[in-house]
Nanobody, 121 residues
Framework: QVQLQESGPGLVKPSQTLSLTCTVS??????????WSWLRQRPGKGLEWMGA???????YYSPSLKSRTYISRDTSKNQFTLQLSSVTPEDTAVYYC?????????????RGQGTQVTVSS
């Protein structure tokens, strides 16, 4: 069974870039037909789909975050990463990485435990 684990700093200063890595075990990120996604849940709000990288390497982003979001992967390490630039306190959230055959789902079949990121000076 595939397992996903998020890692990265828990505290980021405003205007900086938030960088998170998802390490995948039990399955390859180049497995046919899967999307590898990043989601977040801000305080008091539901899960928000941020973007995804397809097994083919194609990337897709939420229109509301597209200008600040970049997703990449390292197939040799079986990892994919999220970079969110110009962060503000509004980006404080629990961030999740996930896998699903659907691109923009907020109920993925596989999801990491999540990592808290706080944006504060």
């Amino acid at each position: 069974q595939v397992q996903l684990q998020e890692s990265g700093p828990g505290l980021v200063k405003p205007s900086q870039t938030l960088s998170l890595t998802c390490t995948v075990s039990g399955g390859s990120i180049i497995t046919n037909f899967y999307y590898w996604s990043w989601l977040r849940q801000r305080p008091g709000k539901g899960l928000e789909w941020m973007g995804a990288i397809h097994y083919s390497g194609d990337t897709y982003y939420s229109p509301s975050l597209k200008s600040r979001t970049y997703i990449s992967r390292d197939t040799s390490k079986n990892q994919f990463t999220l970079q969110l630039s110009s962060v503000t306190p509004e980006d404080t959230a629990v961030y999740y990485c996930a896998r699903d055959r659907a691109r923009t789902t907020t109920t993925p079949v596989d999801r990491g435990q999540g990592t808290q990121v706080t944006v504060s000076s």
